[in-house]
């Protein structure tokens, strides 16, 4: 795209208006900012009607700051909103999940009745092995059916599930087994990336050296691989669980009963388990599944390109979805796996009617080229959606154009783990769309953008994101450790929720998000946001992906130090320090010399977590010739390591 092109989309005058093809969906929730922003417990009351109690809630919320009780004496279970209920319907043969494997082309349908079956067995097989109400298990696994079959078994028991991501090290695995508490842990031999089986069970085997307390461990047989076993406490997943009962008999639990702990990085090296109750999360997560992605239940295709071991996998893979009984894609894969077109040929194939990913996938495939998605046909989409962290608008034109064909509206959200479900996010239908603008508050959530003293910004002002009244999915804390939560999240502006993020609104009022907080740097007095110097910087048709991130200087305070990966094309440029001097005064020009870095440098790579995100911590220790602190969640620790050497071979060349 062309920098005047560009220019003219960001122009604010040329915000996309709501989209015609979805008015039926905004006749028929036309006021709903209105009557939420009006009776906001009334609101989410009347939102818990879309979950099938035992026993209905009478009250709404008991607000103790820091802490929230959602619908305190209603009771239910999980796993019988996500499947009983919609086979009691008579919608047991509706598909639930189309599973996709990596590069091997197995594939496999499950109806919502079959679904049914393999969770009730999973329950009987949990019941055996010893697993009871409250018990927490850890599941180790990659991207397979079994997986959501486990997390709803066990919370159909009314245990808790920690869900791990499948490539995390040994060392990851057991300090979140014992920060847990965890006594079982569901797993499988292997999983596969690009047709290549990598083990699992061996990282098992060598975190529970340290972890006393694991009772048993459950294996998936997923390779043809051997595999260590300790006899009294391993057990193959088609032993226990395969002869099981096809029906099981479900216990309801209070609202408030522990549903999951999700681990995420801290600003120190301790992850916190954030940890999410039953009835409010599923409400939360359920009504904004069906707002934001326009839910018809009876015709969607619907694929959240992301893992289970992630909040985004756990909303809206399992919890929402299912709640709302559609049908949908669950891959097991990387966006190349058995060829680059690979997730146009899934879309393609299964009549995708929704997509769900992140930045960071979008301009992985956008690097790829446009000739990809424009060989499928991509007709069945009507809604794209964007996830993880703020999107550069270049990416974000790039996927309507080449993905929505110029007729799917982009619906961009801001949420947290700590949050549980979508916070910030356009409606289709209702509200006008801008090229990287989350926009604004969903119904029911009570957002503001303040200043170093809690103080409301204006129009066109910047500042920090607070969430200013309490939300059915918000976290219910720390798990083991409240203190931490208040101090956290609560302490910053008092009697509001911190969310750790920039933000700003534009003269329109519309929310733009400018990333965390500790990304926004302090240039000789100038406050910059790190994503904006990302975005100028992709914005150049020779950059694929920036990270930027700010280092200390004895002149200025604080110097910009970007880190760049070129598109493909780009990639055989020889002469690095002709394009680095074009992208400096490319940033210069588009946002202020002021925003010039001070360094460039080029690396084929950027250091991502397994969800996709770029670790901009360690960068910044890279920037500061800082020791490394925790790798564990790259997808490649040993990125760091080849970025550090190419930072210093810069300021070798610089001397």
């Known amino acids: 795209m062309t920098e005047a092109k560009l220019e003219a989309w960001l122009d604010e005058s040329r915000a996309f208006p709501p989209s015609p093809a979805f008015t039926a969906q905004a006749n028929a929730t036309l006021g709903i900012y209105e009557t939420a922003e009006a009776d906001p417990e009334g609101w989410w009351r009347t939102q818990a009607d879309r979950l099938t109690w035992t026993n209905a809630p009478s009250k709404t919320l008991e607000w103790n700051p820091p802490f929230a009780t959602w619908f305190g004496d209603g009771t239910l279970n999980a796993a019988v909103n996500c499947v009983d209920r919609h086979v009691a319907a008579g919608r047991g043969d509706k598909v639930a999940f189309h599973w996709v494997a990596d590069a091997t082309n197995e594939t496999r349908t499950i109806t919502y009745a079959q679904l049914g079956v ?15 109400s409250g018990d927490r298990v850890a599941v180790y696994m990659p991207m397979i059916p079994e997986a959501v079959v486990a997390m709803l078994a066990i919370v159909r028991l009314g245990a808790v599930h ?46 529970l050296l340290t972890c006393p307390n694991v009772k048993a461990v459950l294996v998936v047989k997923r390779t043809s691989g051997d595999v260590e076993w300790t006899q009294s406490r391993d057990h193959w997943w088609h032993d226990v669980v395969d002869g099981q009962p096809t029906t099981h008999e479900a216990a309801s639990f209070p609202a408030e009963h522990p549903l999951f702990i999700m681990y995420t990085s801290g600003t120190t090296a301790k992850p916190k388990g954030i940890f999410h109750t039953t009835g409010g999360y599923l409400t939360q997560v359920a009504t904004s599944y069906y707002y934001v992605f326009d839910v018809k239940s009876a015709t969607d295709v619907c694929w959240t390109a992301a893992d289970i071991g992630w909040i985004t996998g756990h909303s809206y893979i399992v919890y929402g979805p299912l709640i709302n009984g559609v049908t949908q894609v669950l891959y097991e894969g990387l966006p190349d796996s058995g060829g680059r077109d690979r997730w146009w040929r899934i879309v393609a194939e299964y009549g995708v009617t929704m997509l769900y990913t992140a930045p960071t996938a979008i301009r992985t495939l956008m690097k790829w080229g446009d000739e990809l998605p424009a060989a499928h046909d991509l007709s069945s989409l009507r809604i794209l959606g964007s996830v993880g962290e703020p999107i550069n608008p270049e990416a974000w034109m790039w996927y309507r154009e080449h993905v929505g064909r110029n007729r799917c509206p982009i619906v961009d959200t801001w949420w947290q783990t700590e949050t549980g479900a979508l916070m910030i996010a356009p409606l289709p239908g209702l509200t006008a769309t801008k090229p990287g603008a989350a926009m604004r508050a969903l119904p029911g959530i009570s957002v503001d953008v303040v200043d170093n003293d809690g103080v409301t910004v204006g129009n066109g002002e910047g500042g920090y994101l607070v969430i200013t009244k309490p939300w059915p999915s918000m976290t219910r804390g720390i798990y083991g450790d409240p203190e931490r939560f208040a101090e956290t999240y609560w302490s910053r502006f008092p009697g509001v929720y911190f969310a750790g993020d920039g933000a700003k609104r534009d003269l329109d009022g519309d929310l733009w998000l400018l990333g965390r907080v500790d990304d926004v740097m302090n240039i000789s007095g100038h406050r910059l946001s790190t994503t904006e110097v990302e975005h100028a910087l992709v914005g150049h048709p020779a950059v694929a992906e920036a990270a930027v991130v700010g280092a200390s200087d004895e002149t200025t305070g604080q110097a910009i130090v970007a880190f760049v990966t070129l598109k493909l094309a780009a990639d055989d440029h020889s002469d690095h320090a002709a394009i680095i001097d074009e992208l400096r005064h490319h940033v210069a020009t588009t ?9 460039i440098i080029m690396t084929p790579e950027l250091p991502k977590t397994r969800s996709g995100k770029i670790m901009r911590r360690l960068l910044r220790d890279v920037a500061e010739h800082r020791s490394m602190g925790d790798v564990t969640t790259l997808t490649d620790p040993s990125v760091v390591a080849m970025i550090a050497g190419l930072m210093e071979t810069h300021a070798s060349s610089e001397d």
């Open 162 to 207: 920690s869900v791990i991501f499948g490539g995390f090290s040994a060392d990851a695995l057991a300090s979140r087994i014992i920060d847990a508490d965890c006594t079982f842990v569901v797993t499988a031999d292997g999983a596969f990336r690009r047709g290549s089986a990598s083990p699992l069970k061996p990282a098992v085997d060598e975190a």
């Open 118 to 132: 393999l969770v009730a067995q999973a329950a009987h097989g949990l019941t055996q092995l010893g697993v009871r």
């Open 591 to 599: 946002i202020s010399p002021i925003a010039k870095p001070r360094q």
